[in-house]
C-alpha cells in the first residue's frame, strides 16, 4: 500500500512560483510513476505531469509544459512540482498519485493518492 502526503499549497498572487511535496511511503518505489493532477471547483481532475521514478523522465499536460517541472528525491522519497509563472486559472487542489503504468495520463491508472493540496492564485 503506497502512502501520499501532499504539502507545499497556499495563496499566491500570479506570476509567483511555488513549489508542492509529495511524500512517499509504505513500499519500494522503482516501478513506478508518480503523477500530479490537479482540480478546478466544478471541473474534472486534469493531469498535469509525471515522473518515472527510477529513471526521472518526465512528461507533462501542454497546459503546463515550460512552466511546470517534476523532480524527485530518491533519498527523502519526495516528488516535487515546481510550478513557475503562476497564473489565475491554475487555482486548484493539487493531488499526488502513484501509477505502474508510466506514460498514462488517466487518472483511473493511478491507484494511489493524497489527500491533496490547496493552490489558489489571485489575479
Known amino acids: 500500500q503506497v502512502q501520499l502526503v501532499e504539502s507545499g499549497g497556499g495563496l499566491v498572487q500570479a506570476g509567483v512560483s511555488l513549489r508542492l511535496s509529495c511524500a512517499a511511503s509504505g513500499r519500494t518505489f522503482g516501478s513506478y510513476a508518480m503523477g500530479w493532477f490537479r482540480q478546478a471547483p466544478g471541473k474534472e481532475r486534469e493531469f498535469v505531469g509525471a515522473?518515472?521514478?527510477?529513471?526521472?523522465?518526465?512528461y507533462y499536460a501542454d497546459s503546463v509544459k515550460g512552466r511546470f517541472t517534476i523532480s524527485r528525491d530518491n533519498a527523502k522519497n519526495t516528488v516535487y512540482l515546481q510550478m513557475n509563472s503562476l497564473k489565475p486559472e491554475d487555482t486548484a487542489v493539487y493531488y499526488c498519485?502513484?501509477?505502474?503504468?508510466?506514460?498514462?495520463?488517466?487518472?483511473?491508472?493511478?491507484?494511489?493518492w493524497g489527500r491533496g493540496t490547496q493552490v489558489t492564485v489571485s489575479s
Open positions: 498519485a502513484a501509477t505502474l503504468r508510466y506514460g498514462s495520463r488517466s487518472a483511473r491508472d493511478f491507484g494511489s
Open positions: 515522473i518515472y521514478w527510477s529513471g526521472g523522465s518526465t
